[in-house]
């Protein structure tokens, strides 16, 4: 059997070729569109994350936002972004992305069930810091077969929307109040989805309020709970930007 | 990533056989996959990341419609008036009506290579990846189901 390559290039007759070109051509519609934006908590035409970054980071989140066409990034889902665009930049691509039919590694439905965090000494600072503990990673197959409820959406939304509200008070230099955002975040979600990216706004709001030890201490303990996570690399890179600041 | 590959998504859930009423939870369901798994996902290997989750997504809501025994409404989707000449638009139409009844025709796997190769255009080692076989089984699956469509578009002419 001679290599594939694409039917225009193998003998399709126009008709054949009306068929694919007429479903290539065809865009979701808009509702769709902006319903999704708004359940994965994704705002079009707002930019909030880059505003209070440090510039190394605002740098990073530039490319990311030009490599994965996000014209737009909130809350924890910017972070997710920061620590994709670090692991790119510090390391070789890995292997493909599991997608295979019978092994396709993804989240749960529901937020991963991880050990308890392990929490740094309250008196590093007036919030509490919480480390996600590593877990294996849940598969797809899983994920897929378990059923997706509206509470699963529901609660990923409202995961986000916290989280945007730290954000947003860091944009504002208001880091105190990112850290009260943070700790409401941390005790409504104690195992939440997206507890890496809380760790990464908490430090960036230890560190623009000055608590550069309390920042270290909190990276250091989530470096060491994952030390190959992009997170722990994103973390000890903003501690290291502000460190040479 | 979910600007830029919306559209695939959602066409690709919509071609393997996702009922409109479907879609838009499904495209959801594939963008909560990713952002969860974003560490997995290699730089420049989103499509096929994404179009990967879109095939168990889709499969799954299939198998739903099946249980539920469901027959879906061929509807497509509204383009934005005034953007292309109307005889375009509804030729266009025409032609994804036709398609979708001939994807239906073609067992899942068929189907599922023929849209993640020709209309998606994803590579054939990356269509291998995704359905977990070796390319060979590809190259067969797709160049049947161009078969099949070339048979039904001659009936169809015939008639």
């Known amino acids: 059997m001679s290599e594939l390559r694409r039917w225009s290039e193998e003998g399709a007759t126009p008709d054949e070729l009306s068929l694919l070109d007429a479903s290539r051509a065809e865009r979701a519609p808009a509702p769709a569109r902006s319903r999704a934006f708004k359940v994965l908590g994704l705002a079009v035409g707002v930019t909030t994350t880059t505003t209070a970054t440090a510039t190394a980071s605002s740098a990073v989140l530039g490319t990311w936002t030009k490599l994965m066409g996000i014209s737009v990034l909130v809350g924890g889902v910017a972070a997710l972004g920061v620590a994709y665009e670090a692991k790119r930049a510090a390391s070789p691509p890995p292997p493909r992305p599991a997608v295979e039919a019978t092994a396709v590694a993804a989240p749960p439905a529901q937020p991963p069930s991880t050990d308890m965090p392990a929490n740094v000494p309250a008196e590093t600072t007036a919030s509490a810091i919480a480390v996600p503990a590593a877990s294996p990673p849940p598969r797809l197959a899983t994920a897929l077969r378990a059923p997706r409820t509206a509470s699963s959406d529901e609660r990923l939304s409202q995961e986000v929307a916290a989280l945007e509200r730290a954000n947003q008070a860091l944009a504002a230099h208001q880091p105190d109040i990112a850290l009260q955002a943070l700790d409401r975040y941390a005790a409504e979600f104690p195992r939440g989805a997206l507890s890496s990216d809380a760790t990464v706004l908490r430090v960036r709001a230890l560190l623009a309020r000055g608590d550069r030890a309390s920042a270290q201490r909190l990276a250091s303990a989530y470096s060491a709970a994952h030390p190959d996570s992009p997170f722990a690399r994103r973390l000890e890179a903003l501690v290291r930007d502000k460190a040479t600041e | ?159």
């Open chain 2, 1 to 159: 990533m979910m600007d830029a590959h919306f559209d695939a998504v959602w066409r690709a859930l919509r071609r393997l056989g996702v009922p409109p009423s479907g879609l838009d939870d499904g495209a959801q369901q594939v963008f909560v996959v990713a952002a969860r798994r974003l560490d997995e996902i290699v730089v420049g290997g989103e499509r096929p990341y994404l179009l990967g989750v879109a095939l168990r997504v889709a499969s799954d809501a299939r198998r739903a419609l099946q249980r539920r025994r469901e027959v879906p409404i061929d509807e497509d989707g509204d383009e934005e008036p005034g953007a292309r000449p109307p005889d375009e638009l509804l030729e266009e139409k025409r032609a994804r009506a036709v398609l979708a009844r001939l994807l239906d025709e073609m067992p899942p796997e068929m189907r599922e290579a023929f849209v993640l190769f020709e209309l998606e255009e994803l590579s054939a080692p990356d269509v291998a990846r995704a359905l977990g076989v070796p390319v060979g089984t590809v190259a067969s699956r797709v160049r049947r189901a161009r078969e099949h469509i070339r048979r039904g578009l001659v009936e169809r002419g015939a008639r």
